[in-house]
T-cell receptor
Framework: EAQVTQNPRYLITVTGKKLTVTCSQN?????MSWYRQDPGLGLRQIYY???????DKGDVPEGYKVSRKEKRNFPLILESPSPNQTSLYFC???????????????FGPGTRLTVL | AQKVTQAQTEISVVEKEDVTLDCVYE???????LFWYKQPPSGELVFLIR??????QNEISGRYSWNFQKSTSSFNFTITASQVVDSAVYFC??????????????FGAGTRLAVHP
């Protein structure tokens, strides 16, 4: 079954304790992305990756890191989480976009993070 | 800059009513794509439709229909004969252009639809 998986699904942590949210897709997609969802703001892009070893910032990258060492995996790293990073996080993947984007993105189930 | 506005924060209807969710977008790109996603109470994001900027034909899929009008920069979504299972948050999104990674989706804030029996 084609899918994007994220782990953990729920996480409660404390300020400053490093954490990693994993994301994996089995569709051989080149493009992967992380979004965060906050009430009244919709989803906003944190980081994206066009392919292995190619990553770039989205709209809200502060406080986050990513890596893309394998095509299927795109972990999101919070080196020193703070309460304002409490949010619902989604990983997404899609085919490599054309110059005007356009492909449907497949989303993971979401990770609800609470930073105390 | 690209922007998507969903002015309706919440809509409440009674089952079998028709309901239209509004979406207005802003972009300077001539080629772009518009999407609708559904987020049911379980939280996942479900893809509903993709439309490119060159295709202004309206689309109908069962009880769902979409009206794309470039002249007003709108991509509205209508549910006919709504059902309780339609209760969800609906997001309109835009992608296109060179800013932010080609496939980057710019989401509206979402419209929460509640369908009551």
């Amino acid at each position: 079954e084609a899918q994007v998986t994220q782990n953990p699904r729920y996480l409660i942590t404390v300020t400053g304790k490093k954490l990693t949210v994993t994301c994996s897709q089995n569709m051989n997609h080149e493009y992967m992305s992380w979004y965060r969802q906050d009430p009244g703001l919709g989803l906003r892009q944190i980081y994206y990756s066009m392919n292995v070893e190619v990553t770039d910032k989205g709209d809200v990258p502060e406080g986050y890191k990513v890596s893309r060492k394998e095509k299927r995996n795109f972990p999101l790293i919070l080196e020193s989480p703070s309460p304002n990073q409490t949010s619902l996080y989604f990983c997404a993947s899609s085919l490599s976009p054309g110059l005007a984007g356009g492909y449907e993105q497949f989303f993971g189930p979401g990770t609800r993070l609470t930073v105390l | 800059a690209q922007k998507v506005t969903q002015a309706q924060t919440e809509i409440s209807v009674v089952e079998k009513e028709d309901v239209t969710l509004d979406c207005v977008y802003e972009t300077r790109d001539t080629t772009y794509y518009l999407f609708w996603y559904k987020q049911p109470p379980s939280g996942e994001l479900v893809f509903l439709i993709r439309r490119n900027s060159f295709d202004e034909q309206n689309e109908i899929s069962g009880r769902y229909s979409w009206n794309f009008q470039k002249s007003t920069s709108s991509f509205n979504f209508t549910i006919t004969a709504s059902q309780v299972v339609d209760s969800a948050v609906y997001f309109c999104a835009l992608s296109g252009g060179f800013s932010g990674g080609y496939n980057k989706l710019i989401f509206g804030a979402g419209t929460r639809l509640a369908v009551h029996p």
